[in-house]
């Protein structure tokens, strides 16, 4: 396996992807990490990875020097390169002017990294400092216009820095410079791949929960989907799962996951009616803070008094991915987790005394669709756009009621279901009506009308820690406007959202 040091990089998680994109397993760990601890977990390759400090800033990241005694091939990515050169006795300028975007690279030597990639070719830089004098037995193995320095090695000890960051796309043989990495330098195997995990986790589940019982929570998203099936694969029918309807779902949506799960794998599952209870706490709140505690924890209150009714449970199963993990542990933590009060069920297990079972969380959500394809769950399942946890409440700007969650429901099954005709719905990580609290003056038939008006929010996003509106076509546009006016009553506008995050967010709530 792999460590990737994680020095704060926006990319962090996208070089565990690429790496992983080779089927070799990685993990990424916080740069205080312990020198010992890394060598317990015996990596075969280490890749530090970026960051936004410079060396020279008091409270740049650091990690002990011994690690490049350990004998374990490094990869040093932009600040994780400075950091290499500076720490063994080379120079590093201080940037006057960041450089950023495309650089054309030349190859002065092209072991190891750069074989069988020809002379040259578009590299994409995001740095300030840069390095300027090499440590001993380091030699520059491609350079750029801008910087002389654009990629160093030390042969001998296998120590190999780059200044671009050959994780993003627009690096032209960046993942097959990570694949020379893996290979020709670490000699990894390829023995990450979805069916070796699904394996190893169904044993370690049946090992770890025995003749117990697990609860958990199905959403119908992917995420609990795929944990669900997992856990249900290893165990039968001692996991047991809460579906709560709190009235703030889709259009059809308890009846797609019923089709689409429950059917298949003849789940043991409660379904709850909870929707009185969530509107009628939900009465009068405007604010979208308010609007997530309430939910949060009328959710917790509900399925703990499910779980109640069910005998000897000791486990709680859940859809927690790799990103998640990554975030809590980063010494930096991640943009998302503050901007909003995401709801999860987090609350629960020490309340309920339940030990958790998360068997997703070593996994990408790419990765979790992969296994849900070799768990033989249905197409429609495993590409479901995301939902979040407080569902439609945070789609209505203003008070939730059941009639503007009924104007809503409808006018998000007509937007989706045009995009699903377009073929567009797997190419946007999510698209979505929301209902906004204004009123405006239309025309319909030869009556004035003063009606609701409705957004189209579409995305497209890796992660979403990051997204750009999706440049619908025109024509789908007007076609999903005239089928929600038309269609829907009380509404007469619909408007665009063309705004990306930052320094939107994708949820208008
Ligand atoms: P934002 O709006 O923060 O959303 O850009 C990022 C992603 O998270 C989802 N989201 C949530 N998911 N509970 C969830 O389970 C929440 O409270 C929540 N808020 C946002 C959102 O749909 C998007 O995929």
Known sequence: MIIIIDFGSQFNQLIARRVREHNVYCQVEPSNISVSKIRSLQPQGIILSGGPSSIYEDNSPIIDKSLFDLGVPILGICYGMHYMVHSLGGKIKKAEKKEYGFANLDIIDAEPLFKDMGTGFQCWMSHGDSAMELPENFVVTASTENTPIAAIAHHKQKIYGLQFHPEVEHSINGSAMIGHFLFDVCHCSKSWTMKSFCDGAVSQIKDAVGDKKVIMGLSGGVDSSVAASLIHKAIGKHLFCIFVDNGLLRKNEKEALEISLIKNLDLNIRFVDAKEKFLSKLQGVTDPEK??????????????AEAAEIEGAEFLGQGTLYPDIIESKSAFGGPSSIIKSHHNVGGLPEKMKLKLIEPLQLLFK???RKLGAELGLHDDLIWRQPFPGPGLAIR????ITAFRLEILREADAILLDEIRKAGLYRELWQSFA?????????VMGDKRTFANCI????????????????KLPHDLLGKISNR?????????RVVFDITSKPPGTIEWE
């Open 434 to 442: 929301v209902l906004l609290p204004v009123k405006s003056v239309g």
């Open 291 to 304: 609007k997530r505690k309430i939910i949060g924890s009328l959710f917790i209150e509900v399925f703990e």
């Open 455 to 470: 957004a189209i929010r579409a995305v497209t996003s890796n992660d979403a820690m990051t997204a750009d509106w999706a």
């Open 396 to 399: 209505i700007m203003g008070e």
């Open 366 to 368: 790419d990765e979790v």
């Open 484 to 492: 929600i006016i038309n269609e829907v009553d009380n509404i007469n």
